[in-house]
């Protein structure tokens, strides 16, 4: 078998648990690890539910990068068929972070070919109708019938917005990367925030035409630092997939996916947002 991306619409905790369950102890019967990754609000009814049965339980990562690399672990973990439950796309997701969940959802159809099943719980009541559109798309499988609205290739993305016009700019090559962690430093950046900015900066001279300009900015009580160059990022799955030690590049961006809140990553532009304070409602 190969992968099996499923989604599933509830009502209420009556309805979450109608849905899952079933899905759950099909997979126990059959000797298939389980894995669920979900918000706390999820997860509690679910574990009062399963008892003692054996299954992982685990608070889905607030970055939606490191959803297909937290999968990917699970998936070699086990040598034959695994199930999964995931729940990256709920009611407290907003703006840039809503639509990088939903690039991820699309992305996870072309990043796994094993025998994988997963299945992606969606709140009904709670989520807009764009959003459930959006879910119908990105998920072959929808309420246990062929979607008939899946689009196999990712999810297309406009252009990141411009920063704001009272951004800190500066212009760097290979020579001046040290001037780009200063920046990051002097605006209050702690030091894993100035090693994302770093190393995505430093993709930009090895990859973008040897040179960059870096805009810095805070929303409320993030930092957010904007990376833009030449170069286009051809690998959709760039950043998500662990890179081999021996590769030429891939190192920059699978760091920053590691250490920030949220990386948005767009033709010729990296966003990265500093880790400090959740970007949940």
Same mark, same amino acid.
């Given at each position: ?6 989604? *599933? ?10 849905? %899952? ?8 019967? =059959?000797?298939?690890?389980?894995? %669920?990754?979900?918000? *706390?609000?999820?997860?509690?009814? *679910? ?65 796994? %070919?094993?025998?994988?099943?997963? !299945? ?30 899946? =689009?196999?290739?990712? *999810? ?11 951004? =800190? ?11 780009? =962690? ?11 925030? %100035? ?41 959709? !799955? ?41 970007? !949940?409602?």
């Amino acid at each position: 078998m190969a992968f099996t991306h499923q989604a *599933l619409r509830y009502v209420g905790t009556d309805g979450l648990l109608d849905g %899952v369950l079933p899905y759950i102890h099909e997979g126990l019967q =059959r000797g298939e690890p389980v894995r %669920v990754a979900a918000r *706390l609000e999820t997860l509690a009814p *679910l574990r009062d539910a399963l008892g003692d049965a054996p299954v992982e339980l685990v608070e889905i990562d607030h970055n939606p990068a490191r959803i297909i690399p937290f999968w990917r672990e699970f998936v070699e973990k086990h040598s034959g068929p695994v199930r999964g439950v995931g729940e990256p796309v709920w009611a407290g997701r907003r703006g840039a972070e809503l639509v990088e969940c939903q690039l991820h959802e699309s992305l996870m159809n072309i990043a796994f %070919v094993e025998d994988f099943t997963l !299945l992606c719980p969606h709140d009904a009541e709670a989520l807009d109708e764009r959003v459930l559109h959006e879910m119908c798309c990105s998920h072959p499988v929808v309420d246990g019938a062929p979607s008939p609205h899946f =689009r196999s290739d990712p *999810l297309p993305l406009a252009p990141l917005p411009p920063p704001p016009s009272g951004a =800190r700019v500066l212009g760097f090559e290979i020579e001046t990367l040290s001037e780009v =962690r200063q920046l990051v430093r002097d605006a209050g950046g702690d030091p894993d925030f %100035v090693l994302a900015v770093d190393e995505v900066a430093i993709n930009s001279v090895m990859h973008g035409g040897g040179r960059g300009i870096v805009r810095l900015w805070r929303e409320d009580e993030t930092l957010v630092c904007d990376v833009r160059d030449q170069g286009i990022i051809r690998d959709p !799955l760039a950043g998500r997939t662990r890179p081999d030690v021996d590769a030429f590049g891939g190192r920059g961006l699978w760091i920053a996916n590691a250490v920030c809140q949220l990386v948005q990553i767009r033709p010729g532009a990296v966003r990265v947002r500093s880790a400090r304070q959740p970007l !949940l409602a």
